[in-house]
């Protein structure tokens, strides 16, 4: 099993991603057909760890991002502060679009070693990825306010008077949407303020945006049927 895992490595090193995950495939085969006791159990689990991350990797490489999720579990389940399964997870988690999960697994990840660089940089990723979601979002909701505010019957003034509520909703929106966006560091400080401002563990910044676009989809669904009562009824 160390031979087999050994050139996986070599394989890896040499970006050779398909023979390395068939010496670790066979690695695993070996490891799963010993029946270790004692020292040797210690040194299997430590081998079985090893080429299970090594797998992550190798599926992380090939966007095989179930596979990868799948690997990192397996370690997780007997090891879970380790931080290269957390950082693989997460990293496939993202480009799945579970950003709520990946930022879990981040915090989770810099509990354990705060100064992990690699860490630090996947936060910033999700923080960028979440604006970038609220961004979505906000249009979204900026086209089905648009449409609301479309000529079907009404008079000229009511039609005015709506474009301005809606602006103003919509711009409320983006605003406490804006509010809301965490700042990503890529350097730790001490400052229990800055700490706080950037706590990986703080509530995840999409759900007060989805909530708020919820409430502003709510009133002007009202204002739309008080409007148009003959249409929307």
């Not at 990840?109 to 992990?116: F, K, Y």
């Not at 906000?138 to 089905?144: G, K, S, T, V």
């Not at 990503?184 to 703080?202: E, H, L, M």
């Not at 007060?208 to 676009?213: E, F």
Request: glycine letters at 4%; a negative charge; one cysteine or more.
């Amino acid at each position: 099993a160390q031979r087999a895992r050994e050139e996986g490595n070599a394989h890896v090193r040499a970006g050779e991603l398909e023979s390395a995950m068939s010496s670790y495939s066979h690695a695993l085969d070996e490891l799963e057909m010993a029946s270790p006791s004692g020292a040797t159990a210690a040194e299997r689990r430590a081998s079985l760890l090893a080429v299970w991350l090594n797998l992550a990797l190798c599926m992380l490489r090939l966007r095989r991002y179930s596979e990868t999720i799948f690997y990192c579990d397996l370690v997780l389940e007997k090891e879970p502060t380790s931080t290269k399964a957390l950082y693989r997870r997460a990293s496939a988690l993202v480009h799945q679009g579970d950003l709520t999960d990946a930022e879990r697994d981040v915090a989770a990840g810099l509990e354990v070693e705060p100064r992990n660089a690699d860490l630090l940089r996947l936060r910033k990723l999700v923080h960028e990825a979440y604006s970038q979601q609220r961004k979505r979002e906000a249009e979204r909701y900026r086209r089905i306010f648009s449409s609301a505010t479309s000529p079907r019957g009404d008079s000229a003034g009511d039609g005015q008077t709506m474009t301005k509520v809606i602006e103003h909703e919509v711009g409320d929106l983006t605003r406490r949407m804006d509010d809301r966006d965490m700042p990503a560091s890529t350097s730790p400080d001490n400052s229990s303020s800055s700490r706080q401002a950037r706590d990986p563990d703080a509530e995840s910044p999409l759900m007060p945006s989805i909530a708020q676009c919820d409430d502003v989809d709510d009133r002007i669904h009202r204002m739309r049927i008080s409007a148009h009562p003959a249409h929307d009824r």
